[in-house]
């Protein structure tokens, strides 16, 4: 087994909104709790994917990570060092492009391009060289393939696996592109509103989900993509529909588990109290080889 | 094709970019036609030309350097309307030993002429849906009133209270919940998926003749997306409309397209019935539709944590198109007997099957087409 190098212990991120003459009056605002008490690790050499939909708080942990936002609470611990208050050194700058441009598989040519000049594959690549010149062992992917096109993101998720492999790199790897994930991951976590709600082995988290948001954000990928032609849309839609989506409000405080809302399985059960109880919100727990799943029926 | 609703011939929509005294050609001889009721879905990565293609046909291309050539022809309450007609008479194009030298423009006469030809067509016969809705809806006003505005603009329902009505109708129809209280919603209130709804909402309230949904899934969520992709495939067997789907994301095309055209380099170098161009097992494909739904991960891929197959190099930029097949320099399955055909020769969009084209010399029929 690899040694962690990241270790993340109850982190919480809050930003505070204010909104109109009174909040500002009386210098309320607000409070968002961009991310709510979330702890992981990551092993040497390791991916660990990060999904969730906009908003539920991936992008603040990355940056909490980096350093690049101060987190309100919890500690980050970087091999072995605690870096919650500190920023990590550089370390040695070499300046080793050439070499760089070949690790990423760019021509010696573009060295005097500007970056207007190269295509969206390239820019990618050479901010994977910039990335590299530093000699970094971790290595934050925030939504490294998104705005690519497929046959482009398909280029750079080989190229970011082929480094992994050749210079022992760990990745943090943020994406909402799930079946890059799946493919790149060792492990999953499924961020909801700022919490992880399920987290373990990439291939169970895609395909034998324990928390029920979890399974509705792989079936919804799959769904978009049924091959059935003449499918009967309507059966679908129907069976789809009871299930209502909305945005999180962030005016209603939470009350129990924050998923309920639009939780299926809550419905299901006919409402049970527990998923409602302020003094009982889901709390991650293992459930067997290391998977853990923050619901009271899973 | 049995009674078509647009056709598109021969187009060539391309932009002269003065740095670079050449064009872009964006959009390179394009034929297609949409028949009614249909759904045809444009795939392609970008600069492959499909968002081109569609904004020609809603006469959005009036960008100071843009020119249009081919013809758009509209089938509408019994009479053909070119929708490109005289265009080509307001920008003159000066040419030495095939190369562009200057590009003479009449803005104004441009605009004007595409106005009047777009008069009573872009919104009422056409309407539109696009990516990023937010930024498509007016952020001053309710939603509400939006679509009063709409409807009284191109329906015969002139009075308030019973455009009120219809607006609100079709906020129900898109399954936006408590269409009363959204009503008086303005967009920055809704969410990306909620604000798409209201687009579409807003699109089919003037009872178009032909939809166009440009990337109308593009940068929502997942969860999202599935949502919306549902509710097109739901309205298109409620309301029977024409569309023209514009996606780089082959499952939505895959879902929500009768028929499938598939783009590169500014044309189209496959198309057919979705089903028979996409299927599995399909024998005969062009090597790029092969290569694009390879570089998506599949779940064997996955299984097997193996590297994707990407498509080597760029995608081609439309300045410098080369001489033989757009796909060729970065194409893995030219053999020998071919090879020079391919460096040389652009090859036709040929007849492989009933209904089914693909432009590519590996397979025989497109020799004699």
Redesign the interface.
């Given at each position: 087994m690899n040694r962690t190098i990241l270790e993340v212990t109850d982190l919480r991120k809050e930003y505070s909104q204010r909104r109109g003459l009174i909040s500002m009056l009386t210098g309320q605002g607000r409070v968002i709790p961009a991310v709510d008490g979330v702890s992981f690790y990551l092993r040497e050499n390791e991916t660990v994917g990060l999904v969730g939909?906009?908003g539920c708080g991936k992008t603040t942990i990355g940056r909490t990570v980096l350093r690049l936002t101060d987190p309100s609470s919890g500690r980050v611990v970087f091999d072995g060092r605690d870096i919650t208050n500190e920023r990590p050194s550089d370390g040695e700058i070499a300046i080793r492009i050439r070499e760089l441009l070949e690790q990423v598989s760019l021509k010696d040519s573009k060295l005097a391009n500007f970056p207007s000049e190269l295509?969206?594959?390239?820019k990618r690549r050479v901010g994977i060289a910039r990335v590299l010149a530093v000699r970094p062992r971790l290595i934050v992917a925030d939504e490294p393939t998104s705005a690519l096109?497929?046959?482009?993101?398909?280029?750079v998720?080989?190229l970011l696996?082929d480094l992994q492999k050749d210079l022992g790199l760990t990745y943090l790897f943020i994406s909402?592109d799930?079946?890059?994930v799946?493919?790149v991951s060792q492990k999953v976590a499924v961020m909801y509103l700022g919490r992880i709600v399920e987290m373990g082995l990439a291939?169970n988290i895609?395909h034998q989900p324990r928390h029920p948001y979890t399974g509705?954000?792989w079936s919804?990928?799959a769904?978009?993509?049924?091959?059935e032609?003449n499918r009967r849309?309507?059966d679908?839609?129907v069976e789809?529909?009871r299930r209502?989506?909305?945005?999180f409000d962030f005016e209603q405080p939470v009350s129990g588990c924050r998923f309920a809302p639009r939780c299926p399985l809550y419905k299901d059960k006919g409402s049970p109290a527990v998923c409602t109880d302020p003094a009982s919100e889901p709390q991650l727990r293992d459930v067997g080889h290391g998977h853990v799943v923050a619901c009271h029926f899973a | 094709m049995d009674a078509p609703l647009l056709a598109i011939e021969n187009l060539r929509t391309y932009f002269y970019s003065r740095a670079k005294r050449a064009f872009i050609r964006s959009v390179d001889g394009v034929s297609l036609g949409v028949a009614r009721g249909e759904t045809l879905g444009i795939v392609g990565?970008?600069g492959s030309g499909k968002s081109v293609t569609a904004l020609s046909a809603a006469g959005l291309v009036s960008a100071g350097p843009g020119v249009i050539s081919g013809r758009i022809d509209l089938y509408s309450n019994g009479a053909r309307r070119n929708l490109l007609d005289g265009l080509e008479n307001y920008a003159r194009i000066t040419e030495r030993d095939g190369r562009v030298m200057e590009v003479e423009k009449d803005e104004r006469g441009w605009r004007k002429r595409s106005e009047t030809l777009m008069a009573g067509v872009r919104g009422k016969e056409i309407a539109m849906i696009f990516q990023n809705p937010r930024s498509a809806l007016n952020p001053y006003s309710t939603i509400g009133k939006q679509l009063v505005e709409t409807i009284r603009l191109h329906t015969s329902l002139k009075g308030e209270s019973e455009a009120k009505e219809r607006a609100i109708h079709w906020l129900e129809r898109v399954?936006i919940?408590s269409p009363r209280l959204r009503f008086d919603n303005f967009p920055f209130g809704m969410?990306g998926?909620?604000c798409q709804r209201a687009m579409i909402a807003m699109a089919l309230s003037a009872e178009p003749s032909l939809l166009i949904a440009d990337e109308p899934?593009t940068g929502l969520?997942?969860?999202?997306?599935?949502?919306i992709?549902?509710l097109l495939?739901?309205l298109k067997?409620e309301t029977g409309i024409t569309t023209l789907l514009i996606s780089?994301?082959?499952?939505?095309i895959?879902?929500l397209s009768d028929r499938i055209a598939v783009m590169y380099g500014g044309t189209v170098v496959e198309t057919g019935r979705?089903?028979e161009v996409?299927a599995?097992e399909a024998r005969v494909r062009h090597p790029y539709t092969t290569?694009?739904l390879a570089?998506?991960?599949s779940a064997e891929?996955?299984?097997r944590?193996s590297?994707?197959?990407?498509?080597?190099g760029?995608?081609l930029d439309t300045i410098e198109v080369p001489r033989g097949c757009r796909f060729y320099g970065r194409c893995n399955r030219v053999t020998e007997a071919i090879r020079e055909n391919c460096a040389g020769l652009e090859p036709p969009l040929g007849e492989v099957a009933p209904g089914h084209k693909v432009r590519c010399w590996l397979y025989p029929a497109t020799g004699k087409a």
């Open positions: 939909e906009s295509s969206g594959g390239e096109d497929i046959s482009i993101q398909a280029q998720v080989n696996r909402h799930l079946p890059v799946e493919l291939e895609a509705i954000l919804s990928l769904d978009k993509q049924t091959t032609v849309v309507d679908v839609t789809r529909e209502t989506w909305g945005v | 990565e970008s399954r919940d969410s998926g909620m899934t969520d997942v969860t999202i997306q599935s949502r992709v549902d495939a739901q067997t780089h994301d082959i499952s939505v895959q879902r979705t089903a996409l599995p290569a694009l570089s998506i991960p891929t996955i299984r944590k590297y994707l197959q990407a498509i080597e760029e995608v």
